[in-house]
């Protein structure tokens, strides 16, 4: 165990005056909830909800060959990303394996904001710094320059909108644009983790309390209310997004989780792991790797992370996240599956919970989408 004090966020007194439940995550005191985390889960997919996410690791890259330098330390092609816009990409060892997911923005021509999750933005920065040798451009630590701020669910755009005169009509899916919510300045984002429409505000700290309390109280009369950490796991989890450490390892490269096409063998120069990941990639067409499945349980019991999946006695799977549905109303879970059983009703398919196989259906990912 660390012994370092964790981090608080600019807004953890507040979050103390509204009675939340805190937990040490990834060295964060953070809010995990306030109240109920299902009421909270329900408010997001039905209203809206307000997330602290100040805990994630901005790191900027700015420079003439920020973009290169981008393009050879991660594997996606971040030359390609017009300004104003945002990819979702990973940046990986030499061996291919994953050392984290990301989003990356391009606030301007040669200016570009790394978010890392927080468990590995140290981790992050490093190979960035290590693998910027060479190249002319800076890599900057800016985790202590920004709070960032999500409103989530389908109010959110109407709230935003009271409170800004920026462009949200015009705002697509992962795309940002700088704009002034309720007199703070503010980068706002379309992104998320729920599976709902929402935006990320990346503020500076000193205003973070201020653009709390303006979205609470624009959001009061249409039922937001602030969430936890609990309740943004369901949330991710129903949509069938990877969470590091559990989906995503560096044991895994991106075509053992699925998610092969954030490679872009195509783009220009060389990258960490090309060579590795070429030889996933062929791996995985001649011999399929494991499939991420969705898992319904038929009966009550919660599957959690690292129980075997089994057929007939024989462990064909792992789960990797598992918890109860409030949208489904049952217990659901991802697992990594044999390709031979991972077709969406497969039959026999069960966890093993504490010595008993417990019966699931096999479906698709996600489990829950929603209506545009």
């Known amino acids: 165990m660390s012994s370092t ?3 608080h966020t600019a807004l953890d007194a507040l979050h103390r005056s509204l009675g939340a439940t805190m937990t040490d995550f990834a060295g964060w005191d953070m809010p995990l909830r306030y109240g109920s985390e299902r009421d909270e889960h329900t408010a997001v997919r039905t209203k809206a909800g307000l997330f602290d ?4 690791g901005e790191i900027t890259v700015t420079g003439p060959q920020a973009a290169q330098l981008l ?3 991660l594997v996606g092609n971040i030359a390609s990303v017009g300004v104003g816009r945002a990819r979702y990409t990973m940046i990986c060892q030499a061996d291919g394996g994953i050392l984290d997911d990301l989003i990356v923005y391009r606030l301007a021509e040669t200016e570009y904001m790394v978010v890392a999750n927080a468990s590995n933005a140290q981790v992050v920065l490093d190979a960035l710094v ?4 060479g190249f002319d451009a800076e890599v900057r630590d800016d985790r202590d320059a920004y709070a960032l701020i999500a409103v989530q669910g389908p109010e959110s755009p109407g709230i935003l909108k009271s409170l800004t005169d920026a462009d949200l009509d015009g705002l697509k899916y992962y795309a940002g644009l ?5 007199g703070v300045p503010a980068l706002i984002a379309r992104t998320g983790y729920t599976g ?10 000193a205003d973070a309390e ?3 309390q303006a979205l609470t109280e624009a959001g009061a009369p249409v039922g937001l209310v602030p969430c936890g950490l609990s309740c943004r796991d369901t949330l991710r989890l129903e949509a069938g997004m990877p969470l590091y450490g559990h989906e995503l390892t560096t044991s895994l490269t991106p075509f053992d989780a699925g998610l092969g096409r954030v490679v872009k063998f195509e783009k220009e120069g060389d990258f960490v792991g090309r060579e590795a990941l070429t030889e996933a990639a062929a791996r995985a067409q001649d011999n399929p790797p494991r499939v991420l499945v969705g898992l319904v349980a038929e009966g009550r019991r919660i599957p959690r992370a ?3 999946v089994v057929v007939g006695g024989e462990v064909i799977g792992e789960v990797t996240s598992g918890a109860p549905s409030p949208t489904l109303g049952k217990p659901i879970a991802m697992a990594y599956v044999d390709a031979a059983h991972a077709v969406p009703g497969a039959p026999g398919v069960g966890v093993d919970i504490r010595g008993t196989h417990e019966p699931y259906e096999v479906v698709a990912l996600p489990f829950y989408k929603r209506q545009k």
């Open 130 to 133: 290590e693998r910027a040798a």
């Open 53 to 56: 996410l100040s805990h994630m």
């Open 178 to 182: 700088p704009g002034t919510v309720a």
């Open 196 to 205: 709902e429409d929402g935006f990320e505000l990346f503020v500076a700290p």
């Open 210 to 212: 201020r653009l709390w």
């Open 71 to 73: 393009n050879h330390a």
């Open 306 to 308: 690292g129980f075997a």
């Open 5 to 7: 004090p964790p981090r």
